[in-house]
């Protein structure tokens, strides 16, 4: 005990308790029903009568128990969240995608939930959906570009409002997203237009529903020009794999010109005409896809197709937006790409 001027005080006295904040036990005490009767009222369960749920949610807002996101939607039934189901890519297009979507979302007043697919099976996106739809998003944006993803999905019975980012068929009615046939249109008329016609397209791995669509704006516009397209040489998105694509491709003396399915395949490219004392783009015309920000920095600076991600992420909040509004908007079109030519195109040289 220690005397002071105001008094005695305690230096051994404990500061007074923190005030406990309510739990799932004093809700189903205030409510009058269990704390089991509380968890499928958080979890939604619809097996509960409307007046037990009532009870439990009135219990809620007299002692304001708001352990998460979902119990707040439950009493306002906006939670302001929307659900992005992604797959697990460091991909630059993937990416790209989903920070547009964020600020999008941040934009519109809303906040991001995102659940990433560590594997395309069943199981793994059924978990995935019943994790985000337990954290009460209002709606969600599908960012999973791999085809057998997609067609579970198309198979599932999805109620809540959502959009895809991409599409193999089955989820049209939800799509949006920047047209990938148009693009490689763009790339593979660039190098026609120059008068290249021995032209080789690096792809992407199969499976991905960019590597479908960019391969098939490529031999579309070959035939359209009346020119065979060769297969394709496969790589996987990497710098490496677009490395040994073009040490395969170089093999082939007849070929002037390379469509890359992207931009770090490219890299490859131009690494392995360099490795083989070839210029580019005086022995070969080379061009990616994705106008990454390094694009213009390789050497020589890559011709390549823009994807306007920040534009397509606005469309895609946009119309998730007015579908949880209850508006029914005329589908978006497509987000177009544009070519972007610098300096590793030119006319194949005579001979």
Request: net charge negative; aromatic share 4%.
């Amino acid at each position: 005990m220690i005397s002071t001027p105001g008094g005695t005080r305690n230096d051994d006295a404990s500061p007074p308790a923190p005030v406990r904040a309510p739990n799932i036990r004093d809700v189903a005490r205030l409510a009058g029903v269990s704390h089991q009767t509380v968890s499928r009222v958080l979890n939604g369960h619809a097996s509960l009568r409307e007046t037990t749920r009532q009870k439990v949610v009135d219990a809620m807002e007299e002692l304001q128990f708001r352990p998460n996101r979902a119990a707040r939607a439950l009493v306002t039934s906006k939670s302001r969240t929307i659900g992005v189901l992604a797959s697990n890519s460091s991909e630059y297009g993937p990416a790209a995608s989903l920070q547009a979507i964020g600020t999008a979302a941040r934009d519109a007043g809303y906040t991001l939930d995102t659940a990433y697919l560590e594997t395309s099976d069943r199981p793994a996106i059924i978990d995935a959906l019943d994790r985000l739809v337990g954290h009460a998003v209002e709606g969600l944006i599908i960012l999973a570009p791999q085809s057998r993803s997609l067609d579970m999905i198309a198979e599932l019975s999805i109620t809540l409002p959502f959009v895809t980012v991409h599409s193999t068929g089955g989820l049209d009615d939800h799509r949006l997203s920047v047209d990938q046939t148009a693009g490689a249109v763009l790339a593979t008329r660039h190098l026609l237009e120059l008068g290249h016609r021995r032209i080789v397209h690096v792809a992407g791995p199969d499976g991905w529903v960019e590597t479908a669509a960019r391969q098939r704006g490529f031999q579309e516009e070959m035939t359209a020009w009346g020119v065979e397209p060769p297969p394709p040489v496969h790589g996987d998105w990497t710098a490496e794999s677009g490395y040994a694509a073009g040490r395969r491709i170089l093999c082939e003396n007849d070929v002037t010109a390379v469509f890359s399915s992207n931009d770090q395949m490219a890299l490859g490219v131009l690494h392995a005409c360099r490795d083989a004392g070839l210029e580019v783009p005086g022995n070969l015309s080379v061009v990616g896809f994705d106008d990454i920000p390094e694009a213009a920095h390789y050497w020589p600076p890559l011709t390549t197709v823009r994807q306007d991600f920040a534009e397509l992420g606005r469309r895609c909040v946009a119309l998730l937006v007015a579908a949880l509004a209850g508006n029914a908007p005329e589908h978006p079109h497509d987000v177009l790409p544009e070519l972007v030519v610098r300096q590793s195109t030119e006319p194949p040289r005579p001979g």
